[in-house]
């Protein structure tokens, strides 16, 4: 599906970024038809955890969700919420790496943003799950500076979290066993904090393609600048002793993953 709307004569940003949620909706569409269980901003599904936790329990979480929400952007309801939320760089690059890392890995792995819970909570933007194991091989963080104080506290955080003795937890987790998807907490994954400029967050959604199916060369290019980022903080966690084993095992094999990912894209 191609995104084609009327081009806002005054307004080129703002049809870019609808161009990009219609990209979102798109990808959860398609991950609600395989069983992922996801809303239409690729977000995991709390209420789909019904099995694993008490509605109770759920309905105290999206509370506390809609708690930070109101604290934050006040006076404003859900839908005012969204679109205020939507005016910041970190949504929008949330949104721009969820669509790129569909688009170039979809067919191998799953892609999805965390829920609210754990987005707000636990600090976890992205899962990224393998078909073929079935196991959360990581998740993302996201930092929309390159430099300075945010960057370097980005940096320190995530680094500190890998190298814990008390693993980063994710209470709306996801797994696959048999095909089928398996809700549930999730621990002893690697976490990767993913950073980038704010000009070049602005070109890479103007630049994105109108369909999953078209990867533009600006798509590639700022693909590889992401993969390229992962891997050098793989590199500098292998300098450092990690106490979590399972996390280790888990680095270990997205090491390799990622290795295949640079031999097929050219980074």
């Known amino acids: 599906m191609v995104f084609k709307p009327e081009v806002p004569k005054n307004n080129i940003e703002s049809y870019d970024i609808e161009k990009l949620k219609s990209l979102e909706r798109e990808i959860s569409s398609r991950l609600v038809e395989a069983g992922i269980p996801v809303d239409?901003?690729?977000?995991?599904?709390?209420?789909?955890?019904?099995?694993?936790?008490?509605?109770?329990?759920?309905?105290?979480?999206?509370?506390?969700?809609?708690?930070?929400?109101?604290?934050?952007?006040?006076?404003?309801?859900?839908?005012?919420?969204?679109?205020?939320?939507?005016?910041?760089?970190?949504?929008?690059?949330?949104?721009?790496?969820?669509?790129?890392?569909?688009?170039?890995?979809?067919?191998?792995?799953i892609v999805v943003r965390s829920s609210p819970y754990d987005d707000y909570k636990n600090q976890v933007d992205n899962l990224f799950l393998d078909?073929?194991?079935?196991?959360?091989?990581?998740?993302?963080?996201?930092?929309?500076s390159l430099s300075g104080k945010e960057f370097e506290d980005k940096k320190e955080k995530v680094a500190r979290r890998n190298r814990s003795k008390t693993p980063t937890n994710l209470k709306y987790g996801l797994m696959i066993k048999?095909?089928?998807?398996?809700?549930?907490?999730?621990?002893?994954?690697?976490?990767?904090?993913?950073?980038?400029?704010?000009?070049?967050?602005?070109?890479g959604i103007k630049r994105a393609g109108a369909s999953l199916e078209e990867k533009t060369d600006y798509e590639k290019k700022l693909f590889t600048f992401l993969v390229d980022q992962i891997d050098l903080q793989i590199k500098d966690l292998e300098l450092s002793p990690i106490y979590d084993k399972e996390l280790l095992s888990s680095l270990r094999f997205f090491k390799g993953v990622l290795g295949e990912i640079k031999k097929d894209w050219g980074s």
């Open 40 to 109: 239409d901003e690729c977000r995991v599904f709390m209420d789909s955890f019904r099995e694993i936790y008490p509605q109770e329990e759920i309905n105290r979480d999206k509370g506390e969700v809609a708690r930070l929400e109101n604290l934050w952007y006040k006076d404003k309801n859900p839908d005012e919420i969204k679109e205020e939320r939507l005016k910041r760089d970190g949504e929008q690059f949330e949104v721009l790496k969820t669509v790129i890392f569909n688009k170039f890995l979809g067919e191998d792995f």
């Open 131 to 144: 078909k073929k194991t079935g196991n959360l091989v990581c998740a993302f963080d996201e930092v929309t």
């Open 178 to 203: 048999d095909g089928a998807v398996f809700g549930g907490a999730s621990q002893h994954f690697p976490i990767f904090y993913l950073a980038i400029r704010p000009e070049v967050l602005k070109e």
